[in-house]
């Protein structure tokens, strides 16, 4: 009776053992196994969010999701609380950014914390800033519907241009290429019969050519206009070192002309003030010049009609007794 009762007492002791572990493993997959503060994020969508999913803090779990309430304010589109338990004391900055991602392709949803630059942190309760996830399912889903419109719109269309338009080429080969082939061959034909022709025409032409042109006197005459050619190339090349030997002279020239320019500057410059002068006094008395030249043309003239009329008033100095006018 007694080893009955022991028994009972070590099958009750292992049974509460497996219990407590139970707890103890389901706690620390769930991330609940000490006090926590609260935070909430906003998202525009959740899905692949909900209860006791992971919060992760740069790829480290500290927490899980505890609740998803919907936000419904007036006309505005519809977002979601999401509340988060994370592990007390955990310090937050408030510039950080809650991720709803995907690690992998068959991986949960996880609610990632990107940790932000800001030396503040968040006060338990407070917002942290959310950016909902893209699905990708739906986002691949939404692809697969835009390229079944674009087959059925643009693909298809173009393939039946494309084939259209082979058969009409086809058809066009059909109809032209063997006449063109025909021309190709009549030429290359006509050409083949022609060679033979052109070869021994040039054949003569060649012979002419060392008998007429290339014959030994001829050979010295080319000779001799290669010589005068080479000869005329050096003096070209003579004249040429001149020409840059007489346009160093002229730069030369032309600087000793600047320079004496130069030095000049004050005398030049006095020479025409000095003319400026000149030139404005004459243009003062111009006209009283003009006058008494004027006068004095008139007084030649009478000077000299009144030698021509009594010549003897050049002796005399007195003018002679006009006989003419004494008959009168």
Do not use: C
């Amino acid at each position: 009776m007694q080893d009955s009762r022991i028994n009972y007492v070590m099958v009750g002791t292992f049974v509460t053992a497996m219990l407590i572990a139970f707890i103890i493993v389901i706690s620390t997959l769930a991330g609940r196994t000490g006090a926590t503060d609260d935070y909430y994020t906003v998202y525009d969508n959740v899905g692949g969010l909900k209860f006791g999913t992971l919060v992760m803090y740069e790829g480290y779990q500290i927490g899980q999701v505890e609740s998803i309430e919907p936000i419904i304010e007036g006309t505005e589109a519809i977002k979601f609380r999401v509340n988060l338990s994370v592990r007390e004391g955990w310090r937050i900055p408030d510039d950080s950014i809650a991720r709803a991602s995907v690690s992998g392709l068959l991986a949960a949803m996880t609610v990632d914390i990107d940790e932000g630059e800001s030396k503040s942190f968040l006060k338990p309760g407070a917002l942290i800033q959310g950016q909902s996830a893209t699905n990708f399912f739906a986002a691949l889903s939404e692809i697969g519907s835009q390229f079944g419109e674009l087959s059925a719109d643009s693909i298809k269309p173009l393939l039946a241009n494309i084939n259209a338009y082979i058969k009409n080429l086809d058809q066009v080969t059909m109809e032209r290429v063997p006449p063109i082939l025909a021309d190709l061959n009549k030429i290359s034909n006509q050409m083949a019969a022609d060679v033979p022709e052109i070869t021994a025409g040039l054949r003569r032409t060649t012979t002419m050519i060392e008998k007429d042109v290339l014959k030994p006197e001829n050979r010295q005459h080319i000779d001799s206009v290669l010589a005068n050619l080479d000869q005329t190339s050096g003096d070209l090349a003579n004249l040429s070192g001149d020409l840059d030997e007489t346009r160093q002279l002229l730069v030369t020239s032309m600087q000793s002309i600047a320079k004496l320019v130069d030095d000049n500057k004050g005398n030049v410059d006095e020479s025409v003030r000095n003319l400026r002068y000149t030139l404005d006094t004459i243009s003062r008395y111009v006209d009283d010049i003009s006058h008494n030249t004027e006068s004095t043309t008139r007084n030649l003239a009478e000077f000299a009609r009144a030698i021509r009329e009594n010549p003897g008033l050049l002796v005399s100095g007195s003018p002679q007794d006009d006989s003419a006018k004494a008959g009168k």
